[in-house]
């Protein structure tokens, strides 16, 4: 079993610098209904930090880090990006995990923890931050104290008394903790609240919604070729798809279309010249060119814009369409006959040959649903 678990022991531990203390991001007021409160109803803010704190030494005595500066710097942009859009102003803080297990995960008051197999998998910022929204969202919510307090029987604030108490109850119950939260074993319920609130902060951070269709098909697609392969963020193969589904529903209803290029980062344009020719490429494939003249150019400048607006991969073949020298995206022209250019027929063979190869790359989508 791939999945990160370790036992928890509640030996004295040395402080160590904040890194989110050191970064110190700017933070909009917090209104007073969403400030932590210790009333009873939970542990507090600080009680959670010291709860997780336990728990975060463990792992850096046990776990290999990674220090890899352009990587931390990038989970800190995107951290920077969701922390005002969630409920409760949580100081947290971003390590790496050497490791190619497929995993990511938060501790009780903020510690995030990426695996650098999970880094490897995904590619874009929109996929990484649909992957951290979800985490947070467990974080934000106390999803990992919730579930060990109600199976001890207690409340969320007789939980923290009996974890950072020291007795003898208070290893296994914080190993209990630990184990939900680094597997992510949370009830189905925690993981939906989590997968609708990560979309949400989602789009309100100004990322694609998109990733966390994607995040969700790449799991299914890991599991489909290593069925005993064990996924801590979404670890059962049909809870997945039900879960992908609700968060199609959910931008469905908000009149969101689902672009997977953008998450993908797939049919990408750009331009390609030779001293006799110019040419649209698509992921690096030529698409359309011809003579390199002015007119020829600002031809291919006005369809890469079409293309980057409306080729998508959920397109169905029949939307691609020819009528005599012009070619259609729906009932957008694309593109017409141009002297010293390809003619039509070309341009949607190739353009045909690239979605084949980007959907090749992501075979899991069911693009056409």
Known sequence: MLLL????????????????????????????????????????????????????????????????PARLARLRMILNRLEPHMERRIPYE????????LNA??????????????????????????VMAHEMTHAD??????MAAKSQAVSLAALAVMLLSGGA????????????????????????????????????????PGGMVTLLEKFMNEELKQPIRDYGIYMDHPESRERLQAALDKL????????????????RTAFRETPNRAELTLDGYAVWGGRKTPEVRAALEQVRTRLDSDFQMELAPYDLRLEGDRLYIGNKLLAQGTADMD?????????????DRARRQHPVAKYFQ
């Open 343 to 355: 003619d039509m027929p070309t341009l949607r063979k190739n353009l045909m040959a690239a979605l």
């Open 252 to 267: 469905r209803k908000r009149n969101i279309r689902v672009e997977r290029k953008h998450s993908l980062a797939l049919l």
């Open 94 to 101: 971003i390590r790496i995990v050497k490791t190619e297990a």
């Open 5 to 68: 678990v370790f036992i928890v022991n509640l030996s004295p531990i040395l402080p160590r610098p904040s890194e989110a203390a050191a970064r110190k991001p700017a933070r909009p007021p917090v209104s007073a209904d969403k400030k932590p409160k210790d009333d009873g109803a939970g542990p507090g803010l600080e009680k959670e930090r010291k709860i997780g704190q336990k728990a975060l030494a463990e792992i850096e005595k046990s776990w290999p880090l990674e220090a890899d």
């Open 169 to 208: 109850a208070a290893p296994v119950v914080l190993a209990q903790v630990a184990q939900v939260t680094i597997t992510n074993s949370y009830t189905m319920e925690f993981e939906k609240e989590a997968d609708s609130n990560g979309l949400d902060v989602l789009i309100a951070a100004g990322y694609h």
């Open 141 to 146: 919510r106390s999803h990992g104290l919730k």
């Open 105 to 130: 995960f938060c501790l009780p008051g903020g510690f995030i923890f990426f695996t650098s197999g999970i880094l490897d998998l995904l590619k874009t910022d929109s996929e990484i931050a649909a």
